[in-house]
């Protein structure tokens, strides 16, 4: 279980890191309304901090002011709960019903992760192009929170577009974002 909670958080955690790296302006405008490049990676890190605090497992100060090392710290240190089977697979009661931290983490901050990775390349002015893997990701996960995928703090309300829209812009619009 450990293994496959590790493979399943790296494959959206690797990805986010290399963009988080190649950010440049961490002041430009990403596509969440009023939110940074540095809004956008400051809300990845302190939500999945709160999250694991929630459940006991208390982050290390974060006092690196460059953000892409401290992106590198936050994912070691979440790796290495995740390789944990007493962690990856302590249960608890979530908004769905019985579940995993290790769950939590790679199936709603997975998805998280690659949305996030999105308005970070999108800020950056970089390729924010989604596979159709991803996009059945994300599609699938925005369909299974229901009414609290626009729960505060998750996505802003669905935006209007046309039926035939090209595929991303149609899941992106689900989640509040134009693309």
């Known amino acids: 279980m450990t293994t496959m909670h590790l493979e399943r958080y790296a494959a959206t955690a690797d ?24 809004d956008v990676l400051t809300h990845v890190l302190d939500t999945q901090r709160d999250f694991l605090a929630g459940h006991g497992y208390d982050a290390p100060v974060r006092t690196d002011t460059d953000l892409a090392r401290a992106w590198g710290a936050h994912d070691a240190w979440v790796r290495s709960l995740l390789a944990d089977p007493g962690v990856a697979g302590r249960g608890y009661d979530g908004f769905f019903g019985p579940t995993t931290i290790g769950d ?12 996030h990775c999105w308005d970070l390349a999108t800020a950056a002015g970089r390729d924010a192009g989604f ?17 609290m995928l626009y729960a ?23 989640l509040g974002r134009r693309g």
């Open 152 to 174: 505060e703090g998750i996505c802003a309300p669905a935006l209007d577009v046309l039926s035939d829209a090209p595929r991303q812009t149609r899941v992106l619009a689900r």
């Open 104 to 115: 939590t983490m790679v199936d709603f901050y997975g998805w998280d992760l690659l949305v």
């Open 15 to 38: 990805p986010f890191g290399a963009m988080v790296a190649k950010i440049e302006d961490w002041s430009a405008p990403s596509p969440c309304d009023g939110w940074t490049a540095a």
């Open 131 to 147: 596979s159709d893997a991803e996009l059945d990701t994300v599609d699938a996960a925005a369909a299974g929170f229901g009414d």
